[in-house]
C-alpha cells in the first residue's frame, strides 16, 4: 500500500496529489500502527523532497538540505501530528536566495492546512542553539535528512551527538529536572481519567527522553516491553487523532469509547488499563533509567578522588549485609554472592522486605534475576514468607517503589495471582485518585501508620491490601472481594480465624463510614446492625483503622474531620454493645437550653429564629482547634414546606449541608395551650468564601416560607449556570427503602448526581408525600450525593412497605 501511494504522489507533487494520497492512507483500515505511521512518513518525504528539489531548481540554492526532527524524524507520524523541519544550508547561498527556498518549502504545508515547526539554520547556528536551548538539542538527536545534501546533514548529526556525548554530565541532570517539572504539572499517565498521551509522567515525551539518555552512552533504558509500550501509546494516539480530526494527546472521557473501538478494544475500560499498563512500563523504565544516570554522575565525579586517596587503584563497592542473602552496594539491593534463589523460595520477599525497611531501591538486575530464578513458594505459605510480606508492607512509603519493581517483572501477580483481575485496573469514580491496585498498595502505606492502635497489625495490613481485591468481578465488590480474600489469606499461611477476620474485615471495608454518614447513629437498631456484622471488639479496632486507611488512600474528598468524628461516634456506641451494654429505645430528647430559647421566641414572632455556631475539636499538632463544621440552629412554628425552604435557602447561599436532623417540641401559649415548634439542627460548610451572615439567612427564610422567595426559581436559574462536563452524562438517581433499617422510623436513601438544591428538592418531593421528615444525613463524594432520610406518616408510625416503595417510587421520578 505504501509503495501505491508514494507512485502515486510521483505523478503529482502538488498538495493535491499529496492530500488525496494521504486521505486514501489514512483511511486504509487494513493499515495501522507502526506501518502507517512509517507509511505516512515516507509519503511526506517524497512530497517535501519534491517541493524541496523544485524549489532549489529555481532559488538556484546549492549546499543545503531539508531535515525531520522530533517524531517525524524517527518517522512516526501520527494522522494530527506537525511536522517539525529545519532548512539546514551551509550559508554560500545569500540570504535573499534562502528565504525565497524557504517560503516555497513552507507555504503548500501550510496551504494544506497542516501543523509546521520550522526554522532555518546552518551547521554551526544549529549546534549553537542546541547548546543554548534543551529541547532544540533534543530534536535535533533525532535529526534525518528527507531531501537535498546527505552530507551536510550526516555531518551536523555527528557533530551534535558528540556534543550531547561530551556534555551528558551538565545535559542529563538539566533534562531529568524538566521531566519533573512536566510530570508535576500534568501527573502520572497510569492513574489519570483524561490522560495526556505525550506530556503526562509514563507517556511519549519521557520514552523520548529515554532514547536521549541511551544516546549519551551514560546508561541505557530497560528495553523489555518499552517498545510495546510506545507503540500501544502511539497507536492510541493515533486513533484519537482520528476519531476527533484534531491534533490532540488528551485521551477525554467523552472520546474514550470511540477509541477504544477504533482499536478493536472491548470498551473504554479495556482502553485504559491497556493505556495505564504502557505509561507504568514507561514509568518504571524511567525511574531506574535514572536512578543508574545519578549513579554513574555521582560515580564519575568521585571517581578522581578516590583513585588519588588509593594510589591510583579502583575502589570496590561497600557490601552491607541487610537479611540472609541480601546486601546493600552502591545504594541499591542486591542479592549476597552466597544466595541461591533457586534453593529459597522466601529470598523474594525477604528481599523485598529488607529493601523497603531500608528505604533503599532494589537493583533491576536483581528482581529480573528472581523473576527468573527463584523457585515458587509452597501453599500455604511458611511463617517467614507470611512475616516479609507483613514487614514489606508496614514499610510505609518505601513500599511503594518497592512493590512496583515487583509488579513490573511479574512477581506479584506470581506470589498473589487474584492481583492480575486489580492490575492496572481503572476507576471511574473521580474521587478515587488511583487505580485499583495502586490504591490497594497506597491503603497498606496507610495502614503502616495505624498498626500502634490495634492488637492485631498483620490483619490489618493484608485487609488493606485485599479490601477491593472483589473489583473486577460481577456483583457487589465487597461480597466477592470477601472470597477471594478468604482464599488469598488461607494461601499465605493464616490459620483459620485470621482467614475468617480477614474475610470480614473485607466484606464490611464500607460498613462504618457508610453508616456513619448515611444512618441515624441514635437509632439502637442502626447500631445493633453494625455489632451484629463485626462481631467482636478486636475485629471493630482493625475495621476502624481499615475505614481511616482506606478513605485516606482514596483521595481528599473521601476523608475529613467530620468524617472521622461521625465513624468516632459509631464506633464507640458499637464497642459499647460489644461489650455487653444492649443500646435502650431512645425517648425523646429534652431540647438543649439554646435550642428551647430558640423555640420560646419562635413561638412568641411567630417567625423563624436562627443562630450559627462554628463547631472545633480538640487542638492539632500545630496546637490549633481544628474546625469540624457550622452549626446552623433554626427554630420554626410547625407548618408545611419547612424542610425544602430551610435547604433551599442553604443553597442559595452556597451553604453545603453535611447533616441535618428534625424533630418537633411542644409548647404552651399564652392563652394556655399547645402548640408545635420545629426545631432543625443542621452542621453545614461554606462551599467558598467567607459564611453569610445569620440576619440574611433569616430574612431569605422568612421570604420563603411566605412564598415572596421563588426557591425553586432561583435554583432552576443556578442549575441551568452548574458546570457539567460536555460529554458526561450522570446516570440516573435511584432511590430505594432500607429494608430493616429502624424500628422507629422509614429509612429512605437518595443516591444521585450532587447538584445545588439537591435536598431542598428532596424535600419538597416528600412534603408532597404527605409524610414527616424525621431526620436526614447527606453525604457527598465528588459529583456523586448519598443522602438518607428517616421519614414517618403524620402520626409519627413506621409506613407500610406499600407506602414505603410508593414515596421511594415518587422521589425518584421527582429527581429526574
Same mark, same amino acid.
Given at each position: 500500500?505504501?509503495?501505491?501511494?508514494?507512485?502515486?504522489?510521483?505523478?503529482?507533487?502538488?498538495?493535491?496529489?499529496?492530500?488525496?494520497?494521504?486521505?486514501?492512507?489514512?483511511?486504509?483500515?487494513?493499515?495501522?500502527?507502526?506501518?502507517?505511521?512509517?507509511?505516512?512518513?515516507?509519503?511526506?518525504?517524497?512530497?517535501?523532497?519534491?517541493?524541496?528539489? !523544485?524549489?532549489?531548481?529555481?532559488?538556484?540554492?546549492?549546499?543545503?538540505?531539508?531535515?525531520?526532527?522530533?517524531?517525524?524524524?524517527?518517522?512516526?507520524?501520527?494522522?494530527?501530528?506537525?511536522?517539525?523541519?529545519?532548512?539546514?544550508?551551509?550559508?554560500?547561498?545569500?540570504?535573499?536566495?534562502?528565504?525565497?527556498?524557504?517560503?516555497?518549502?513552507?507555504?503548500?504545508?501550510?496551504?494544506?492546512?497542516? @501543523?509546521?515547526?520550522?526554522?532555518?539554520?546552518?551547521?554551526?547556528?544549529?549546534?549553537?542553539?542546541?547548546?543554548?536551548?534543551?529541547?532544540?538539542?533534543?530534536?535535533?538527536?533525532?535529526?534525518?535528512?528527507?531531501?537535498?545534501?546527505?552530507?551536510?546533514?550526516?555531518?551536523?548529526?555527528?557533530?551534535?551527538?558528540?556534543?550531547?556525548?561530551?556534555?551528558?554530565?551538565?545535559?542529563?541532570?538539566?533534562?531529568?529536572?524538566?521531566?519533573?517539572?512536566?510530570?508535576?504539572?500534568?501527573?502520572?499517565?497510569?492513574?489519570?481519567?483524561?490522560?495526556?498521551?505525550?506530556?503526562?509522567?509514563?507517556?511519549?515525551?519521557?520514552?523520548?527522553?529515554?532514547?536521549?539518555?541511551?544516546?549519551?552512552?551514560?546508561?541505557?533504558?530497560?528495553?523489555?516491553?518499552?517498545?510495546?509500550?510506545?507503540?500501544?501509546?502511539?497507536? $492510541?494516539?493515533?486513533?484519537?487523532?482520528? $476519531?476527533?480530526?484534531?491534533?490532540?494527546?488528551?485521551?477525554?472521557?467523552?472520546?474514550?469509547?470511540?477509541?477504544? @473501538?477504533?482499536?478493536?478494544?472491548?470498551?473504554?475500560?479495556?482502553?485504559?488499563?491497556?493505556?495505564?499498563?504502557?505509561?507504568?512500563?514507561?514509568?518504571?523504565?524511567?525511574?531506574?533509567?535514572?536512578?543508574?544516570?545519578?549513579?554513574?554522575?555521582?560515580?564519575?565525579?568521585?571517581?578522581?578522588?578516590?583513585?588519588?586517596?588509593?594510589?591510583?587503584?579502583?575502589?570496590?563497592?561497600?557490601?552491607?549485609?541487610?537479611?540472609?542473602?541480601?546486601?546493600?552496594?552502591?545504594?541499591?539491593?542486591?542479592?549476597?554472592?552466597?544466595?541461591?534463589?533457586?534453593?529459597?523460595?522466601?529470598?523474594?520477599?525477604?528481599?523485598?522486605? @529488607?529493601?523497603?525497611?531500608?528505604?533503599?531501591?532494589?537493583?533491576?538486575?536483581?528482581?529480573?534475576?528472581?523473576?527468573? =530464578?527463584?523457585?515458587?513458594?509452597?501453599?500455604?505459605?511458611? @511463617?517467614?514468607?507470611?512475616?516479609?510480606?507483613? $514487614?514489606?508492607?508496614?514499610?510505609?512509603?518505601?513500599?511503594?517503589?518497592?512493590?512496583?519493581?515487583?509488579?513490573?517483572?511479574?512477581?506479584?501477580?506470581?506470589?498473589?495471582?487474584?492481583?492480575?483481575?486489580?492490575?492496572?485496573?481503572?476507576?471511574?469514580?473521580?474521587?478515587?485518585?488511583?487505580?485499583?491496585?495502586?490504591?490497594?498498595?497506597?491503603?497498606?502505606?496507610?495502614?503502616?501508620?495505624?498498626?500502634?492502635?490495634?492488637?492485631?497489625?498483620?490483619?490489618?495490613?493484608?485487609?488493606?491490601?485485599?479490601?477491593?481485591?472483589?473489583?473486577?468481578?460481577?456483583?457487589?465488590?465487597?461480597?466477592?472481594?470477601?472470597?477471594?480474600?478468604?482464599?488469598?489469606?488461607?494461601?499465605?499461611?493464616?490459620?483459620? /480465624?485470621?482467614?475468617?477476620?480477614?474475610?470480614?474485615?473485607?466484606?464490611? /471495608?464500607?460498613?462504618?463510614?457508610?453508616?456513619?454518614?448515611?444512618?441515624?447513629?441514635?437509632?439502637?437498631?442502626?447500631?445493633?446492625?453494625?455489632?451484629?456484622?463485626?462481631?467482636?471488639?478486636?475485629?471493630?479496632?482493625?475495621?476502624?483503622?481499615?475505614?481511616?486507611?482506606?478513605?485516606?488512600?482514596?483521595?481528599?474528598?473521601?476523608?475529613?474531620?467530620?468524617?472521622?468524628?461521625?465513624?468516632?461516634?459509631?464506633? !464507640?456506641?458499637?464497642?459499647?454493645?460489644?461489650?455487653?451494654?444492649?443500646?435502650?429505645?431512645?425517648?425523646?430528647?429534652?431540647?438543649?437550653?439554646?435550642?428551647?430559647?430558640?423555640?420560646?421566641?419562635?413561638?412568641? $414572632?411567630?417567625?423563624?429564629?436562627?443562630?450559627?455556631?462554628?463547631?472545633?475539636?480538640?487542638?492539632?499538632?500545630?496546637?490549633?482547634?481544628?474546625?469540624?463544621?457550622?452549626?446552623?440552629?433554626?427554630?420554626?412554628?410547625?407548618?408545611?414546606?419547612?424542610?425544602?425552604?430551610?435547604?433551599?435557602?442553604?443553597?442559595?447561599?452556597?451553604?453545603?449541608?453535611?447533616?441535618?436532623?428534625?424533630?418537633?417540641?411542644?409548647?404552651?401559649?399564652?392563652?394556655?395551650?399547645?402548640?408545635?415548634?420545629?426545631?432543625?439542627?443542621?452542621?453545614?460548610? =461554606?462551599?467558598?468564601?467567607?459564611?453569610?451572615?445569620?440576619?440574611?439567612?433569616?430574612?431569605?427564610?422568612?421570604?420563603?416560607?411566605?412564598?415572596?422567595?421563588?426557591?425553586?426559581?432561583?435554583?432552576?436559574?443556578?442549575?441551568?449556570?452548574?458546570?457539567?462536563?460536555?460529554?458526561?452524562?450522570?446516570?440516573?438517581?435511584?432511590?430505594?427503602?432500607?429494608?430493616?433499617?429502624?424500628?422507629?422510623?422509614?429509612?429512605?436513601?437518595?443516591?444521585?448526581?450532587?447538584?445545588?438544591?439537591?435536598?431542598?428538592?428532596?424535600?419538597?418531593?416528600?412534603?408532597?408525600?404527605?409524610?414527616?421528615?424525621?431526620?436526614?444525613?447527606?453525604?457527598?463524594?465528588?459529583?456523586?450525593?448519598?443522602?438518607?432520610?428517616?421519614?414517618?406518616?403524620?402520626?409519627?408510625?413506621?409506613?407500610?412497605?406499600?407506602?414505603?416503595?410508593?414515596?421511594?417510587?415518587?422521589?425518584?421520578?421527582?429527581?429526574?
Amino acid at each position: 500500500m505504501t509503495s501505491i501511494e508514494v507512485t502515486t504522489e510521483s505523478e503529482d507533487s502538488g498538495p493535491s496529489g499529496y492530500a488525496a494520497a494521504r486521505l486514501c492512507l489514512l483511511q486504509e483500515k487494513a493499515q495501522s500502527g507502526p506501518p502507517r505511521r512509517a507509511a505516512l512518513a515516507a509519503l511526506t518525504d517524497t512530497w517535501l523532497t519534491g517541493l524541496f528539489t !523544485t524549489a532549489a531548481e529555481a532559488t538556484g540554492v546549492r549546499g543545503a538540505a531539508l531535515v525531520a526532527v522530533g517524531g517525524y524524524g524517527r518517522g512516526e507520524l501520527s494522522p494530527r501530528s506537525d511536522l517539525d523541519l529545519l532548512l539546514l544550508h551551509d550559508g554560500s547561498a545569500d540570504a535573499g536566495a534562502i528565504a525565497s527556498l524557504a517560503d516555497r518549502i513552507w507555504y503548500p504545508v501550510w496551504d494544506l492546512g497542516l @501543523a509546521l515547526d520550522h526554522s532555518v539554520r546552518t551547521p554551526g547556528e544549529a549546534r549553537k542553539t542546541a547548546g543554548e536551548d534543551l529541547k532544540v538539542q533534543l530534536g535535533l538527536l533525532d535529526a534525518r535528512s528527507v531531501a537535498g545534501d546527505r552530507g551536510l546533514v550526516a555531518a551536523m548529526r555527528t557533530t551534535i551527538f558528540a556534543d550531547w556525548r561530551n556534555l551528558a554530565p551538565k545535559r542529563l541532570p538539566a533534562l531529568d529536572e524538566l521531566c519533573r517539572e512536566r510530570a508535576e504539572r500534568q501527573g502520572e499517565l497510569q492513574f489519570l481519567l483524561e490522560p495526556d498521551l505525550k506530556e503526562a509522567r509514563g507517556g511519549l515525551r519521557d520514552a523520548t527522553a529515554l532514547r536521549a539518555v541511551a544516546a549519551s552512552w551514560i546508561a541505557d533504558a530497560p528495553r523489555e516491553g518499552l517498545a510495546e509500550a510506545r507503540r500501544t501509546l502511539l497507536d $492510541t494516539r493515533d486513533a484519537l487523532h482520528l $476519531t476527533t480530526g484534531r491534533a490532540t494527546d488528551r485521551l477525554a472521557l467523552q472520546e474514550q469509547d470511540q477509541v477504544s @473501538a477504533a482499536l478493536g478494544l472491548l470498551d473504554a475500560d479495556a482502553l485504559l488499563r491497556q493505556v495505564y499498563e504502557a505509561a507504568r512500563t514507561v514509568s518504571y523504565a524511567t525511574d531506574v533509567t535514572w536512578r543508574e544516570v545519578n549513579r554513574v554522575l555521582r560515580a564519575r565525579s568521585a571517581r578522581p578522588r578516590l583513585r588519588a586517596m588509593l594510589g591510583g587503584k579502583a575502589a570496590a563497592p561497600d557490601r552491607t549485609p541487610l537479611a540472609d542473602g541480601v546486601v546493600e552496594a552502591d545504594g541499591e539491593v542486591v542479592l549476597a554472592r552466597t544466595a541461591r534463589p533457586e534453593r529459597d523460595p522466601v529470598l523474594v520477599l525477604r528481599a523485598a522486605a @529488607a529493601a523497603a525497611q531500608s528505604e533503599l531501591p532494589i537493583s533491576r538486575h536483581v528482581v529480573r534475576h528472581l523473576a527468573t =530464578a527463584a523457585r515458587p513458594l509452597p501453599v500455604p505459605w511458611p @511463617a517467614e514468607a507470611r512475616e516479609e510480606l507483613v $514487614t514489606l508492607l508496614g514499610a510505609g512509603e518505601a513500599t511503594i517503589p518497592v512493590w512496583e519493581a515487583l509488579e513490573a517483572e511479574g512477581l506479584i501477580t506470581r506470589l498473589l495471582p487474584d492481583w492480575e483481575r486489580v492490575h492496572c485496573r481503572p476507576q471511574r469514580n473521580p474521587v478515587h485518585t488511583w487505580t485499583v491496585d495502586r490504591h490497594l498498595v497506597e491503603a497498606a502505606v496507610r495502614a503502616s501508620s495505624l498498626t500502634r492502635r490495634v492488637g492485631r497489625p498483620d490483619l490489618l495490613l493484608v485487609a488493606a491490601l485485599l479490601h477491593d481485591i472483589g473489583k473486577g468481578w460481577p456483583g457487589d465488590h465487597s461480597v466477592a472481594g470477601e472470597v477471594i480474600a478468604r482464599d488469598v489469606a488461607a494461601r499465605i499461611g493464616f490459620d483459620q /480465624h485470621d482467614v475468617g477476620v480477614i474475610a470480614t474485615l473485607v466484606r464490611h /471495608h464500607l460498613l462504618l463510614i457508610e453508616t456513619a454518614t448515611r444512618r441515624d447513629l441514635d437509632d439502637p437498631a442502626t447500631v445493633r446492625s453494625v455489632a451484629t456484622a463485626v462481631g467482636t471488639a478486636s475485629t471493630l479496632e482493625l475495621l476502624h483503622a481499615l475505614t481511616e486507611a482506606d478513605a485516606l488512600a482514596t483521595g481528599p474528598a473521601a476523608w475529613s474531620t467530620w468524617r472521622a468524628s461521625l465513624v468516632t461516634d459509631l464506633v !464507640t456506641r458499637v464497642a459499647a454493645v460489644l461489650a455487653g451494654q444492649a443500646p435502650d429505645e431512645p425517648e425523646p430528647a429534652a431540647p438543649s437550653a439554646e435550642q428551647e430559647r430558640l423555640a420560646v421566641e419562635a413561638l412568641r $414572632t411567630g417567625e423563624p429564629v436562627l443562630t450559627l455556631h462554628a463547631q472545633t475539636e480538640a487542638p492539632d499538632e500545630d496546637g490549633e482547634p481544628e474546625p469540624v463544621g457550622v452549626e446552623l440552629q433554626i427554630a420554626v412554628p410547625d407548618r408545611p414546606g419547612v424542610l425544602p425552604a430551610a435547604a433551599g435557602v442553604l443553597a442559595l447561599h452556597r451553604l453545603t449541608v453535611r447533616a441535618a436532623d428534625l424533630r418537633a417540641v411542644e409548647l404552651p401559649t399564652e392563652i394556655g395551650e399547645c402548640a408545635d415548634v420545629l426545631l432543625l439542627s443542621w452542621r453545614v460548610a =461554606a462551599e467558598y468564601g467567607s459564611l453569610p451572615q445569620a440576619g440574611r439567612l433569616r430574612a431569605d427564610l422568612v421570604r420563603a416560607l411566605d412564598g415572596s422567595l421563588d426557591i425553586q426559581a432561583r435554583l432552576a436559574e443556578r442549575e441551568a449556570a452548574y458546570p457539567r462536563r460536555r460529554g458526561v452524562k450522570a446516570p440516573p438517581p435511584r432511590v430505594t427503602v432500607a429494608p430493616a433499617g429502624s424500628r422507629l422510623a422509614t429509612v429512605i436513601e437518595v443516591r444521585a448526581q450532587d447538584a445545588p438544591g439537591l435536598l431542598h428538592r428532596i424535600g419538597r418531593a416528600l412534603e408532597q408525600s404527605a409524610v414527616r421528615v424525621r431526620s436526614a444525613h447527606v453525604s457527598t463524594l465528588g459529583a456523586n450525593a448519598v443522602d438518607t432520610v428517616y421519614v414517618t406518616r403524620e402520626d409519627g408510625s413506621v409506613l407500610p412497605d406499600a407506602d414505603a416503595a410508593a414515596v421511594a417510587k415518587a422521589l425518584e421520578e421527582a429527581l429526574r
